[in-house]
């Protein structure tokens, strides 16, 4: 194999990573679209569905993003009467997010979704974690490397 086959767009696993993002999307856009949610909204609600109350820093951290990705999304789903966004009453410079009763009713959709799509992949719950934890480690190594 010539060294210049390696910039095959084929043969990059950064490019199949990207694709089964997409893909990701595209599976979760039928259940997401008539709740008015984006992928990337639905992420954070899952993060506020697990631990409510949390600070926009907090939720930042667990999704990977910065408060200048994250707050404009908020912002929105604010808008859309999904979250609540609170001064902090211990340092007002914290703002914290908070589910309205439209995002908790938006739950058992997320569930339903995550059905059809653990479905769509045909693997066991066993499996879809090991191949989880797989992609978890790839993004360990590359966050190290950095």
């Not at 990207?18 to 979760?28: E, R």
């Not at 820093?57 to 912002?75: A, C, H, V």
């Not at 309205?100 to 997320?110: E, F, G, V």
């Amino acid at each position: 194999m010539d060294d210049f086959d390696n910039l095959k767009l084929g043969n990059q696993l950064c490019f199949a990573v990207y694709s089964a993002a997409h893909a990701f999307n595209a599976a979760y856009k039928p259940f997401l679209e008539p709740l008015g949610l984006t992928y990337p909204q639905y992420l954070v609600l899952m993060v506020l569905w697990e631990e409510d109350g949390l600070m926009v820093r907090e939720i930042g951290e667990r999704l990977n993003l910065d408060s200048g990705t994250l707050t404009p999304m908020l912002k929105r789903l604010e808008a859309a009467g999904f979250v609540t966004r609170k001064r902090d009453a211990k340092d007002e410079r914290q703002v914290r997010i908070e589910l309205t009763q439209k995002a908790r009713d938006a739950r058992p959709t997320a569930l339903e979704a995550r059905r059809a799509v653990v479905c769509a992949l045909g693997d066991s719950e066993e499996e879809i974690q090991k191949l989880k934890r797989a992609v978890d480690q790839l993004h360990t190594m590359l966050r190290n490397a950095a």
